[in-house]
């Protein structure tokens, strides 16, 4: 049994496999993104040159970027958003929405015009459904987390059984809040 709050939009195994030109096409206005194993290796301080890239190319396409993080490392945090050009959210607190909304409500963007991007998916899948946003779950970009993400991540990889990789679920009927 699926559990709907905890299922993904789209899965894909990296933020450069979103495309920006797409987002826009469905109508998706802005993207908020995780920072750690999303944006930023965990334990690193600056994105890979990958996900500079990605930022840039969906500027190109009129996308506004957000940092939503429940990181506590307010100086991480400020050179991430720094080196990606986009402002951040701190002490999102995700799963609750509160962090969420008040990226959204800074920029302007109601939430059926809005993508979370993020790795976990007790966190930001979960996060992004009682928001009401529709989330792409991408794989951590590595392997070393904190200490209760370790211990999350079996039970999210049982969770995630049977979720397919690829943009069909986007482009199926599922168009609203992530389900």
């Not at 920029?107 to 998916?121: M, R």
């Amino acid at each position: 049994m699926r559990i709907s709050a905890l299922t993904p939009w789209c899965r894909l195994h990296a933020l450069s496999e979103v495309d920006p030109a797409e987002l826009r096409a469905m109508g998706v206005r802005l993207v908020l993104l995780d920072r750690d194993n999303t944006c930023v290796p965990r334990g690193e301080v600056d994105p890979a040159p990958d996900v500079i890239a990605w930022c840039a190319r969906a500027r190109k396409q009129g996308l506004r970027l957000a940092l939503v993080s429940n990181n506590w490392s307010l100086a991480a945090l400020r050179h991430t958003s720094e080196a990606l050009s986009a402002p951040v959210v701190t002490f999102a607190l995700k799963p609750l929405p509160f962090g969420l909304r008040r990226a959204m409500d800074g920029a302007g963007v109601p939430a059926e015009q809005t993508v979370l991007v993020g790795d976990q998916l007790l966190t930001d899948v979960l996060g992004g459904s009682f928001a009401g946003i529709r989330v792409i779950l991408v794989d951590p970009q590595t392997e070393r987390d904190v200490i209760h993400t370790r211990l999350l991540r079996p039970v999210e990889a049982r969770l995630l059984e049977g979720v397919p990789y690829g943009w069909e679920r986007a482009h199926g009927k599922r168009t609203g809040k992530a389900s």
